[in-house]
C-alpha cells in the first residue's frame, strides 16, 4: 500500500486543522493504520490509531478530546480532525499503515507499521 499524507499548513494556537491520508490498493479495509507526529529534535511518536473497521481507536493522552481519527475504507481514506490546536502541536504529520487480521487499534509504536507516508507539515503558532 502507498500512502500520501496531506492537508498540513500554519495555524493559530486555538485553531483547527484537518489532515488526510490517501491510500492506494484496493485491500485497504486490511490495514490498521496511525498518525504519528515528529518535532523538530524529538522523537516520532504515536497520535492516533485505528482498527480495519475504524471499530477500535486509540488516543494518545495528549490529544485526547481535541483531536478525532476517522476512515472511509470505500475512499481510501483516513483523516485526523484536528482542534483546539496548541503550539506544541507543531510537527511534521505522518500516516502509517500495517497489514493485520486482527480488529485491534493498539498498534502504538513506529515499529508496528510497515508502510509510510511523506508526511504534511503543522505548525500551530501562538
Known amino acids: 500500500v502507498q500512502l500520501q499524507a496531506s492537508g498540513g499548513g500554519l495555524v493559530q494556537a486555538g485553531g483547527s486543522l484537518r489532515v488526510s491520508c490517501a491510500a492506494s490498493?484496493?485491500?485497504?479495509?486490511?490495514?490498521?493504520v496511525g498518525w504519528f507526529r515528529q518535532a523538530p529534535g524529538k522523537e516520532r511518536e504515536i497520535v492516533a490509531a485505528?482498527?480495519?473497521?475504524?471499530?477500535?481507536?486509540y488516543y494518545a493522552d495528549s490529544v485526547k478530546g481535541r483531536f478525532t481519527i476517522s476512515r472511509d475504507n470505500a475512499k481510501n481514506m483516513v483523516y485526523l480532525q484536528m482542534i483546539s490546536l496548541k503550539p506544541e502541536d507543531t510537527a511534521v504529520y505522518y500516516c502509517?499503515?500495517?497489514?493485520?487480521?486482527?480488529?485491534?487499534?493498539?498498534?502504538?509504536?513506529?515499529?508496528?507499521?510497515?508502510?509510510w507516508g511523506q508526511g504534511t507539515e503543522v505548525t500551530v503558532s501562538s
Open positions: 502509517a499503515a500495517r497489514s493485520t487480521y486482527s480488529a485491534s487499534s493498539r498498534y502504538t509504536l513506529v515499529v508496528d507499521y510497515n508502510y
Open positions: 485505528i482498527s480495519r473497521s475504524g471499530s477500535s481507536i
Open positions: 490498493g484496493r485491500t485497504f479495509s486490511t490495514y490498521a
